[in-house]
């Protein structure tokens, strides 16, 4: 039924939040964000269990128009190159339709300038048409100084600008800017009063905020007012090895064992090599983080929302006790590991759903390092490397690769951030912390190479080496 959430069998069985799919449109001139805006939030909703994707139209421009010469195809008074942009922009909004009627998306987000009020009414007709809510995010920004920065930032990755320097770029995107800015029409706080949309303006300096109309449109909001992009590291440990982690038993309060005190040194050193300004650590309220943040010698904060996952009533007990006392149970969370839930413990999803006000704080934060346990790092691995919520169980295989102790990762308007693995030529040394191979002599790292994730470079430490994890 049009408005409505349609019942639909898909692998991650997703839980429908909408009351009708949203259709999420940005709107501005180019280089004020809005393919960062878009990346983030289709990122964010995917994670907290909105199925989302991103419809960018000028992906759709370069697969029309194989080759990109100059600003020109933007002028206004280039007629085959409207035709082309509108053909573009109807493309993409059929593929909208067939992800939000057929395939059972719940959100799209529909990437392109939109600038004039035309363009906007056009799209508001095709979401009226097809049941679909929509919500307008505008990204202004007046300042010279933070355009100019996301045009090298930015557009020297585009596709559009391969083999250009960086004068070439610059000079012909700031023309391209001039074909648009005299048909801009900004969104209007009388003309536009019956629209739903939030104004970002200068980055995050000033909100403008209009006829929220439900919960995912909040929610949207609420993310968007937590994002910057000042350029930032963000280091996700786990805790050394435990006295649990050595008898083999899931959760528990246990304090650190003699190597989980080793790796909290090399920890230590590593931190202090990095020389990080105003670096913030964070850990749980559990024995094991605190202590390994102890060694770290720096302030830390201690966050309930980072404990490890409950496990209930299979606390402290290893998975062959499990499997013996709670056989049903054992094999419930093979089927489902993401929504199993422990006897009076929790969930994945339920942890994930603990985990946002800890993503929106780190979205905020400038230099943090988080020092956490297994199944929270999934969750928050799964946030920055892009992934569904239904997929965090997953990553054993990222957490478990032993040839490095930490990975950098990037990610950019025009490319997908993919970890780089010991073998991928991107892959060289970043940090000096050693590790111990199975002879026991020290080893030197090598450092991984990548860009940032829009604007935050991500990290992640694991003394996998060191300590035996059991997959909880």
């Keep these: 039924m049009r408005g409505s959430c349609r019942p639909r069998a898909t692998r991650d069985r997703a839980v429908c939040m909408t009351n009708c799919p949203t259709l999420i449109v940005t709107v501005g001139l180019p280089a004020r964000g809005k393919t960062y805006i878009s990346k983030?939030?289709?990122?964010?909703?995917?994670?907290?269990g909105v199925p989302t994707k991103e419809f960018n139209v000028g992906q759709y421009r370069r697969e029309c128009v194989k080759i990109y010469k100059s600003f020109e195809f933007f002028r206004p008074d280039n007629?085959?190159?409207l035709k082309i942009r509108r053909q573009c922009a109807l493309t993409a909004l059929n593929d909208v339709r067939q992800y939000l009627s057929v395939e059972g998306g719940q959100v799209a987000v529909f990437d392109a300038t939109n600038t004039t009020r035309q363009r906007r009414g056009t799209i508001t007709r095709f979401a009226e048409q097809n049941g679909f809510k929509v919500f307008f995010v505008e990204s202004v920004c007046e300042d010279p100084d933070v355009i100019a920065e996301n045009i090298v930032q930015v557009k020297l990755g585009s596709p559009d600008y391969i083999d250009c320097n960086t004068e070439e770029v610059v000079e012909d995107f700031m023309k391209r800017i001039k074909c648009y800015e005299n048909s801009y029409q900004p969104l209007?706080?009388?003309?536009?009063?019956?629209?739903?949309?939030?104004?970002?303006?200068?980055?995050?300096?000033?909100?403008?905020v209009?006829?929220?109309q439900d919960h995912i449109q909040s929610r949207i909001v609420y993310y968007l007012m937590n994002i910057h992009i000042t350029p930032r590291s963000i280091y996700l440990c786990r805790h050394g090895e435990s006295d649990h982690n050595v008898k083999g038993r899931i959760g528990g309060d246990s304090g650190l064992s003699g190597r989980g005190k080793e790796f909290a040194k090399c920890l230590e050193k590593f931190i202090q090599e990095q020389n990080i300004k105003d670096l913030k650590v964070w850990t749980s309220q559990m024995k094991r983080t605190i202590q390994t943040a102890e060694a770290v010698a720096v302030p830390y904060e201690q966050w309930k929302a980072l404990n490890e996952i409950d496990a209930g009533v299979c606390e402290e007990m290893m998975y062959e006790e499990i499997q013996g006392h709670f056989p049903q149970e054992f094999a419930l969370r093979d089927q489902d590991k993401y929504r199993y839930r422990y006897p009076k413990g929790e969930s994945y999803e339920d942890l994930v759903q603990r985990l946002e006000p800890v993503i929106m704080e780190l979205e905020r934060q400038e230099n943090v390092l988080v020092i956490c346990?297994?199944?929270?790092?999934?969750?928050l691995l799964a946030y920055f490397l892009d992934k569904s919520a239904g997929s965090v169980y997953l990553f054993k295989?990222?957490?478990?690769?032993?040839s490095f102790l930490h990975q950098q990762m990037s990610q950019s308007a025009y490319t997908e951030t993919?970890?780089?693995?010991?073998?991928s030529k991107?892959?060289?040394?970043?940090?000096?912390?050693?590790?111990?191979?199975s002879l026991g002599r020290q080893e030197p790292r090598k450092k991984p190479r990548g860009t940032r994730l829009g604007g935050a470079v991500l990290f992640w430490l694991c003394p996998v080496e060191i300590i035996t994890v059991h997959d909880h």
């Design 426 to 437: 991107q892959c060289r040394c970043r940090s000096t912390v050693a590790r111990k191979n």
């Design 188 to 208: 209007d706080e009388v003309l536009d009063r019956d629209l739903s949309y939030i104004k970002i303006m200068d980055v995050g300096r000033r909100y403008l």
């Design 397 to 402: 295989s990222v957490l478990f690769i032993k």
């Design 40 to 48: 983030k939030l289709t990122r964010y909703l995917n994670w907290i």
């Design 79 to 81: 007629e085959e190159g």
């Design 210 to 212: 209009n006829q929220v």
């Design 373 to 379: 346990h297994q199944a929270v790092m999934r969750c």
């Design 418 to 423: 993919k970890p780089k693995t010991p073998n």
